[in-house]
């Protein structure tokens, strides 16, 4: 099978290009060939492992809680007459998040070399096949955009379906692919990786809600850009300023004049006044002066009656 040169530059563009949620962990020890053109994979490389992480998306539109890892190790290569095979083992883990659940049901990629008997079992050559978790291997393309792939390992028929095989939200599984060269092959390279997303289920941080929908995800060798964290300004030492000692002051006590002792007064000697005699006082009886005779009716009317003429008397004298 003999690819033409612009499916693979396509291949490689997008790989290059597609921004995803993803990040390298590869071994201190790895000889791997890390680029964002893929893996390059050597004899040298046996028994290292590299690390694949995969975003998500449905109706090519991005799902962030849509995540899945790839860790391969590769054993080696090994000569099957004429032919090559170059054997890995993979484990795959589902890492949804959020309130999103999923099936991670097909892994996929691209290779720069021409794959031999892929679907094929049996036969007296070299073939590429697997086992473990998924138990078919396919050629053929991703669906939701992704486009095609040279090889995908699923149990379902076709990279388009995987039934009910693959690993779940929070599951992880081993699956073990071989990969059949024509010829002494000694270095390749691996590209275009994805995944096919299944039995999604939840609401999206977006607002989406699945209810059993399907997506795929690319995953990439090389470690997205990480905002710098941001380390804190060290706070010097406060020094304390050294207080000088406090001298006590010594108060003098104001001293107390003697107390004086008060003069002895002499006693009061109480003087006794005799009471002066007073003599008795005798009170001589007033004598009643002798009675005056009152005169008698008639010489008062007498009287009065020689008043009056001597009034009208003296009166006529007057006219």
Do not use: W
Not at 5 to 23: C, K, W
Not at 111 to 120: A, F, R, S, T, Y
């Amino acid at each position: 099978m003999f690819k033409s040169s612009s499916r693979l530059v396509l291949g490689l563009s997008i790989l290059s290009t597609v921004g995803l949620y993803s990040l390298l962990a590869a071994s201190p020890a790895t000889a791997f060939i890390l680029s964002s053109s893929g893996v390059t994979v050597s004899a040298s490389d046996k028994n290292q492992s590299f690390d694949i992480f995969f975003g998500g998306n449905v109706d090519t539109k991005s799902v962030s809680e849509l995540l899945s890892k790839a860790t391969f190790t590769f054993l080696g290569f090994s000569t099957v007459g004429n032919n090559t095979e170059a054997s890995f083992k993979v484990l795959l883990s589902n890492t949804s998040s959020g309130n999103v659940s999923s099936r991670t049901s097909a892994l996929g990629f691209d290779v720069d070399q021409v794959l031999l008997g892929i679907g094929k079992s049996g036969g007296n050559g070299a073939n590429t096949r697997v086992s473990g978790l998924f138990s078919n291997d396919r050629e053929g393309s991703f669906p939701n955009q992704f486009g095609d792939i040279d090889v995908c390992f699923t149990d379902g028929n076709s990279c388009q379906g995987g039934q009910n095989g693959g690993v779940t939200t929070g599951t992880s599984a081993e699956f073990l692919p071989l990969l059949a060269f024509s010829g002494k092959v000694n270095t390749f390279t691996l590209s275009n990786f994805g995944v096919r997303y299944q039995s999604i289920d939840g609401r999206s941080s977006d607002g989406r809600s699945f209810n059993g929908a399907s997506g795929t995800g690319r995953g990439s060798s090389t470690a997205p850009s990480m905002p710098p964290v941001v380390e804190p300004t060290p706070v010097p030492p406060v020094t304390p300023t050294p207080v000088a000692p406090v001298v006590p002051v010594v108060v003098e006590p104001i001293p107390v004049p003697p107390v004086v002792e008060p003069t002895p007064i002499a006693p009061v000697v109480p003087v006794v006044v005799e009471p002066t005699p007073v003599p008795p006082v005798v009170t001589q009886p007033t004598p009643n002066p002798d009675p005056q005779p009152v005169p008698e009716p008639g010489v008062v009317g007498g009287l009065i009656m020689t008043g009056l003429a001597m009034l009208r008397r003296s009166k006529g004298s007057h006219q």
